[in-house]
């Protein structure tokens, strides 16, 4: 086996000490906002972008579609290279990174050389997020990992709650380049508190560089076949790259099923307590994304509303997430994420019905409430879902469970995008079908979630999984 190097002050089962612990808290808070808003930002600047730089809409876009297929692509690389590097120093280079390209923005004068920044914006978020969730349970005693996975889930849907909003006050005082800029305090402030994060072991293996690159490619290939192909495409062309992106994808799983610590998690995956939850997370974040996506639309087009009364019609669903994904996140610590995930989707799918069955003349308080109900399922499944998954895992495997976790946040939001855009092209995209595609797979989210309470497939307690061993392969 080879040899691991301990780094001075590593982090024990029992999380940080105080209050050194509340510093590297900080930490990820901040950096956490730093790549939501930065992310979400730029959504607000697309149409004054596109005028500034004299493009058009449909190609403005691609700042978003860019920054979302870099981050997909390469979420699990960067997960792997933690493991090689150490965790604080991969959360801390993804910063540096990401803070270097949003200052490039202030140079960018032609789209080509924009897209190349928001790549390289990408780069970091990537390598920040990669990381994140391990060096939470690095940061929280075993007893505690809800809480902190529940607090990191009020930062991402505050900051995303909260970036269009910036993105409107910096654009209505200033150029468009300061949007991105907007969140650079935060870099400013993780990356002053950083010293605090948790020190952890480094793995003398190298680094699969091979691996990584058929994983990027797996990725980046299918799902960027897939969008091409519902934003109109050549059908042929799309079919093809999502076929070649396909035969990557077999070629690399059977080879990552014999490697020892694998960038794709095979490992992990083995485990049916961690399929279980990976399938009910990917399925959630599609539903969630669906309805998210889909209902601005339907509000605009089946009931008229104008497009404040969109956003004050949607806005429940992360408030009420903001209060209940912390109370979830602590009750996973004492109830199984089984049961609290089969409730969950209940109250998502109970919500879901009710939202495709508006009245015919929905008033807000109509729409608010199902929103805030559905949002408040979400919330109770979501936490304790990634809870799972991340404490489930052995210590030496935190990166490559955190890695999962996101990974399956942006593919199943990604695929929920690209499911809406079909819906829309196929018609059916602003009426009730959204919803109830949506509540379908709620159902299979709280089914998967249910079936962890069997007792052949039993959740480790608090700390149980640190001592386990990853597998060599799966077989």
């Not at 699990?76 to 280079?93: C, D, N, S």
């Not at 099923?257 to 939850?277: E, H, K, Q, W, Y």
């Not at 605009?300 to 912390?326: D, Q, R, S, Y």
Request: with cysteine; hydrophobic share 55%; aromatic share 6%.
């Amino acid at each position: 086996m080879p040899r691991q190097r301990p780094l001075a002050l590593p982090a024990s089962a029992d999380g940080l000490p105080t209050p050194r612990r509340y510093a590297a808290v900080a930490a990820l808070c901040f950096g956490t906002a730093l790549v939501i808003i930065d992310g979400g930002v730029a959504n607000v600047a697309l149409p004054t972008i596109a005028r500034d730089l004299g493009v058009s809409s449909s190609s403005v876009v691609a700042i978003v579609t860019v920054y979302q297929l870099m981050l997909v692509m390469l979420m699990l690389p960067f997960a792997g290279l933690g493991e090689r590097i150490g965790l604080k120093r991969m959360y801390q280079v993804g910063q540096l990174i990401f803070t270097v390209a949003t200052l490039l923005c202030f140079f960018a004068k032609s789209l080509p050389f924009l897209l190349v920044v928001r790549a390289a914006q990408a780069v970091g978020a990537a390598g920040a997020l990669a990381v994140a969730s391990a060096l939470i349970r690095q940061t929280y005693p075993a007893q505690q990992l809800g809480r902190g996975l529940g607090i990191n889930s009020v930062i991402v849907s505050s900051s995303a709650a909260a970036a269009p909003t910036i993105g409107g006050l910096v654009l209505s005082v200033a150029p468009w380049p300061w949007v991105f800029a907007s969140a650079i305090p935060f870099a400013i402030a993780s990356l002053a508190l950083g010293r605090a994060l948790p020190d952890t072991p480094r793995r003398d293996r190298k680094f699969d560089v091979l691996g990584a690159v058929m994983c990027a490619a797996m990725f980046g290939l299918v799902i960027g076949g897939a969008e091409s192909a519902v934003h109109g495409d050549s059908p042929v062309v799309s079919i093809a790259i999502v076929a070649i992106g396909v035969a990557i994808g077999i070629n690399y799983v059977r080879r990552e099923r014999t490697t020892p610590s694998p960038i794709l998690p095979v490992d992990l995956l083995g485990r049916p307590v961690i399929a279980l939850s990976t399938l009910g997370g990917f399925t959630a974040f599609v539903a969630s994304m669906t309805l998210l996506l889909s209902t601005p639309f339907r509000l605009t087009h089946e009931f008229g509303f104008t497009a404040a009364a969109v956003g004050a019609a949607i806005a429940p669903w992360p408030l009420t997430n903001m209060i209940v994904a912390p109370l979830t996140g602590w009750l996973s610590d004492r109830i199984p994420a089984g049961l609290l995930g089969g409730i969950g989707m209940a109250i998502s799918m109970t919500a879901l019905v009710l939202i495709a069955f508006m009245p015919a003349d929905p008033s807000y308080f109509d729409i608010a409430w199902r929103m805030a109900l559905c949002g408040s399922g979400f919330g109770t499944f979501l936490p304790p879902n990634a809870r799972l998954i991340i404490g489930s895992a052995p210590r030496a495997r935190a990166a490559a469970a955190g890695g999962l976790v996101s990974t399956v946040r942006l593919v199943g939001q990604t695929t929920g995008a690209t499911l809406v855009a079909a819906l829309l092209a196929a018609g059916v995209g602003a009426g009730r079908t959204p919803p109830l595609v949506a509540a379908g797979l709620a159902l299979v989210a709280g089914l998967c979630s249910l079936a962890r309470l069997r007792p052949s497939i039993r959740e480790p307690k608090a700390g149980e999984a640190d001592d386990a061993q990853p597998a060599a392969s799966v077989r």
